[in-house]
């Protein structure tokens, strides 16, 4: 008991006669109150500060772009040949069983028509890039040269499906030797639209005129 009455004075001395408060914040607490919050752009999915997004907010009278709002017309054009080329060999494939004539007409139709829109992105669309990092350009390298085989063999593809229709008259072989050769130019162009994209979303050539040479 007398020890505890000797020690009551020392303990109050030490804490100045204040009671024990709760602890303040501490100022990482505080300097995260104060941080801005990142937030990813929807257009450019990069994390950009209010500032920079301000001329980003939505505008539903700008929702559908214009032709001229884009950087190049090259997308526009290019998912053409893809999805015609890829079909076309997969129902001339098919038709290797049945030989219907309806078939393949519609897959000359196809052909044709991915042709065209091969030809025209590559050689009438082709972007102009400026500015490329050493990786990016071995990745342009290799989506250039699957565009050219898919130019070379959907051509060569529209050939053979214009002999079996006139010439051999819907042969199984006929049909058979483009569906390979379709194969081949839906292969190719698969690989062109994988490096076109690795292109876009991982070098970051494309979006909002990026490494693109601008023409006015």
Same mark, same amino acid.
């Given at each position: 008991? *007398?020890?505890? %009455?000797?020690? *009551?004075?020392?303990?109050? /001395? !030490?804490?100045?006669?204040?009671?024990?408060?709760?602890?303040?914040?501490?100022a990482k607490a505080d300097s995260l109150k104060?941080?801005?919050?990142?937030?990813?752009? @929807? &257009?450019?999915?990069?994390?950009?500060?209010?500032?920079?997004?301000?001329?980003?907010? !939505?505008?539903? #009278?700008? +929702? $559908?772009?214009?032709?001229?709002?884009?950087?190049? &017309?090259?997308? /526009? &054009? +290019?998912?053409?040949?893809?999805m015609l080329l890829l079909i076309a060999a997969?129902?001339?494939?098919?038709?290797?069983?049945?030989?219907?004539?309806?078939?393949?007409?519609?897959?000359?139709?196809?052909?044709?028509?991915?042709?065209?829109?091969?030809?025209?992105?590559? $050689?009438?669309?082709?972007? $102009?890039?400026?500015?490329?990092?050493?990786?990016?350009?071995?990745?342009?390298?290799?989506?250039?040269?699957? #565009?050219?085989? @898919?130019?070379?063999?959907?051509?060569?593809?529209?050939?053979?499906?214009?002999?079996? /229709?006139?010439?051999?008259?819907?042969?199984?072989?006929? &049909?058979?030797?483009? #569906?390979?050769?379709? %194969?081949?130019?839906?292969?190719?162009?698969?690989? #062109?639209?994988?490096?076109?994209?690795?292109?876009?979303?991982?070098?970051? +050539?494309?979006?909002?005129?990026?490494?693109?040479?601008?023409h006015h």
């Amino acid at each position: 008991m *007398l020890v505890a %009455i000797f020690l *009551l004075p020392i303990e109050t /001395l !030490a804490h100045g006669g204040e009671k024990h408060s709760k602890k303040a914040p501490s100022a990482k607490a505080d300097s995260l109150k104060k941080e801005v919050v990142s937030t990813k752009d @929807t &257009i450019t999915f990069s994390k950009v500060t209010p500032a920079e997004h301000a001329g980003h907010k !939505a505008n539903p #009278a700008k +929702v $559908h772009a214009s032709i001229s709002d884009f950087p190049h &017309i090259h997308p /526009l &054009i +290019v998912h053409f040949p893809i999805m015609l080329l890829l079909i076309a060999a997969g129902v001339q494939f098919v038709n290797i069983l049945f030989r219907k004539k309806e078939l393949n007409w519609a897959v000359t139709i196809m052909v044709l028509l991915g042709f065209v829109t091969a030809y025209a992105s590559t $050689h009438w669309s082709h972007p $102009h890039t400026d500015g490329l990092t050493e990786h990016a350009e071995l990745v342009l390298e290799q989506h250039d040269k699957y #565009a050219d085989y @898919t130019i070379y063999l959907s051509g060569l593809g529209l050939l053979a499906q214009l002999l079996s /229709l006139f010439l051999f008259k819907g042969k199984r072989w006929s &049909i058979a030797v483009a #569906a390979v050769i379709l %194969i081949g130019a839906g292969y190719a162009v698969s690989m #062109a639209g994988h490096y076109g994209a690795q292109l876009v979303h991982i070098e970051g +050539v494309g979006p909002q005129g990026k490494y693109l040479e601008q023409h006015h």
